[in-house]
């Protein structure tokens, strides 16, 4: 035990310097930690979105669906969607069923036409496990979105929720009475008449210049769908079990296809490699700064303990035994560094989400959202670790520079 104690002692003899490495550990831990834990806040952000914004946690959805016009989804439907919801309801792991049509086609104002894309839902379990009211609450802020409410439950009321940028285009607002054009699964072209009951507003411009909304009926009289349903989206009672669940659910429909939000949310696949990408840089060019600088401080204390290292080496201490030493020194930096960093990542972290800061819309979205950088302990662990494990590799050379001396050299050494 004496190799840790004369480490210790060693770090405490040179006070100014250790300080200043430890600054180096405390500055690169708390750096990687945040970024992980706004990391964390971008990424359960951008799941939470997708999921509650209409793909639930599972999709079920008809062979080839994946393949082609995408739009045009009754073309390739589950032809009885309906009893396949009601089937999936009986199952102990699922929570709810959601039944979903898409569809496309003209939306006309008087002389004015915009094309669309149509998403057509039940009214009564959309707001039950979707976003769909905050959306709707967001639109209400836009112009022309006073008094925005959700889709009536009465069957026979021909309603519609529109994007915040197809009502613009349209010049139409909530009670503005619209056309809806489309063709049947036969060909044909139908039209029905729609009141404006809503404008929602659904993060990205290009969804809020072509997304509109409306129920299932409206549909059924629209596209003449009868049973047939583009989609269902499975929410789960246990979201963490989302892979087992979809392989045990697609045993259960071979005749269909199933797949897990994740494959589906293109946007949150991309972000992610993206911010994987930027803190995997980060975290390079930091250890690289760690690295060099904790070597630099333990081969100027090598160099100033030459006699020392002679005496110890004179009273018998071994070459491998100087090497331990400087990793002993080593070790308690990173120790020392880590828990300095992470009881200044906790006080940071604390003070930044308290002051509610407001951060700027991200590129392609429409509004902004508040900083919340989460806790993290995993990041934390990693960080902790890659930070030791630089601190054990940069005083390896010093160490092996040391137990190269020899002893009559490092006695005589001024």
Known sequence: MILPRLALRNLLRQRRRTALTLMVVVAGFLALALAGGFMAQTFQGLSDSAIRGGLGHLQVMPPGAMEGDEAQSLEKALPDGEALAARLRQDPAVAEV???????????SGARSVAFLGTAVDPVLEPQHMACLGALKDGAKAPGGAGSRWLSADPATREVILGAGLARSLGASVGSALTLMSTTRDGALNAVDVEVVGLQDLGLRELNDRLLTVSLATANQLLDAGPARSRLSIVLKRPQETASELARIQALLPETLVKPWFELASFYR????????????????????????TANTLLMSVMERVREFGVLRAMGLQPGQLVSLLQWEGAFLG????????????????????LHIQMPAPPGTSHGYELDIHFVPAVYAIVALGLQATLQLSALFPGLKAARLRIVEALRHV
């Open 270 to 293: 991309q972000v992610k490699l993206l911010y994987y990408a930027i803190f995997g840089f980060m975290g390079l060019v930091l250890f690289l700064v760690v690295l060099l600088a």
């Open 335 to 354: 120790l020392l560094g880590s828990a300095l960093g992470l009881v200044a990542t906790l006080l940071l972290r604390a003070g930044l989400n308290a």
């Open 98 to 108: 959601l039944p979903r049509t898409q569809f496309m086609g003209l939306l006309s």
